[in-house]
């Protein structure tokens, strides 16, 4: 029997693996769904908020090459935590079982690409960026020919930036390419090998914006409804403000994703986040953080300039949070209550509804308890793990007991708050028969003692607003309290 050839072997896809012919593969978007670039800006950034400005002198200094060697310096990208390409993954393991010899090429900085590659063991040969030459497009078209030959190597890409390197290899590999790239690459007269290549889905970006937190932009509502002030032009500007609100949020929690991607690929159940799990891309992210802002910002300014103030001193907190604050154990929690009672002054502002003492302080209490249950949530579940140290903040498992106290405390005020308002002259000019109002606090106790007991057991997510909303015994106590509110009303 005649042995096979090496020109006879295939891998997946019906490239052949030729003696003396290389496979060329491209990271960004190729081997990772990803974009290095973007990993380490952002990683650098969640370090230290001046790194942007770093970054930018670097380009300035050094060009393209050195911004990327300087952002690379800044960050700490794990490696095993990056999205790969499974198809990609199983296209180099098959040419390697067949004989032939892989190189890892890319525009990402050398000292990335080798840390990859050294996790993978599946490559020859390592190139990147190395601080000065930006290996992208036509650069990396002139190395490759001089380093393996024109037509001697198979190229793995998946953008328009890679035609100029497909039109001197002998084959095109193509990851998810849509028809246009394909017929331009066709044109090079590079043979062609479609690999398919996960697609960011409309469901996916539906869910990094996560509009099920637009639950917490419905306290715009609150200073109309506490003040019974029910016509359809309060109403009208509260569900503008809502609709503010939430695409400054959703612009904010983009944002948090893009800071927090390590962290989120660190966790069991975060990983699945959008970002973390390489559905959406950072490119795609980071363009769709300033549009929602920008919507957002547009649509608050019909509501007036104090309104739009507002809005504006939300997303700097907010960004504030997610670069230095979430750090600062209390005052994290702090700032999450500060947020959470911030959409009520900006529901008093749009509904021009002037807010009562007994509001601020009762709902300050409670979004305080709701933030320390938040931190509970997340120091019982490392504590359940066997995690002494929270990653990206600054707190500790053995911290978890004086969390929940100051949770049951300040949800315990809040309901003292509440009986005193039932107690006081102010009730009357709202209620007809206040005196039924103090089942509200009975109700309220339950529930605040109820998801404190719910987060020590484990039972809670890492939001407990959005808990609340989908369980059941917790919309019972709503409904209890709307209809005590009204019962006190009549």
Known sequence: ????????????????????????????????????????????????????????????????????RRLSEMSAVDPATLPFTPAVLAFIEAWRAAG?????????????????????????????????????????????CAHYGERNFDYIGDSAADIAVWAHARRAIMVGASAALRRRVAATGAGIVDLPAPKATLRARL????????????????????????????????????????????????????LDIASDRAHPRKRRRPLASGAVTLAGASALAPALLVLGAGLASVLGGLFLAVVALYFIVTLSYSLVLKRQPILDICVLAGLYTLR???????????????????SGALFFSLAAIKRQAELADLARRGIEAVRGRGYRTADLPLVMAMAIASGYVAILILALYVTSPDVRLLYAAPDRLWAGCVVMFYWISRMVLLTHRGQMNDDPVVFAATDRISLICLGLMAVIGVGATI
């Not at 409804?225 to 500007?237: Q, R, T």
């Open 344 to 362: 009520i002054v900006a529901g008093g502002i749009a509904t021009a509804t002037a807010l009562s003492f007994w509001l601020a302080a009762f």
């Open 207 to 258: 869910k990094l914006l996560r509009p099920h937190q637009w639950l917490k932009n419905l306290l715009v509502f609150v200073p109309v409804l506490a003040a019974h002030k029910m016509d359809l032009a309060s109403l009208g500007a509260a569900l503008m403000a809502f609709c503010a609100f939430s695409l400054v949020a959703s612009a904010g929690y983009v944002l948090n994703d893009m």
């Open 1 to 68: 029997m005649t042995a096979k050839r090496p020109d006879d072997t295939k891998v997946p896809g019906g490239a052949e693996v030729p003696g003396g012919h290389w496979l060329v593969v491209d990271l960004d978007g190729t081997l990772i769904r990803t974009d290095m670039l973007f990993e380490t800006f952002w990683s650098a950034t969640s370090r230290s908020w001046t790194a942007p400005v770093r970054a930018g002198l670097a380009l300035m200094r050094d060009g393209r090459a050195g911004m990327k």
């Open 100 to 144: 032939g010899r892989t190189a890892l090429v890319t525009a990402s900085d050398d000292t990335l690409a080798q840390q990859i590659a050294d996790r993978l063991g599946l490559f020859d040969e390592v190139h990147g960026s190395d601080g000065h030459n930006n290996l992208k497009g036509a650069a990396k078209a002139r190395f490759l």
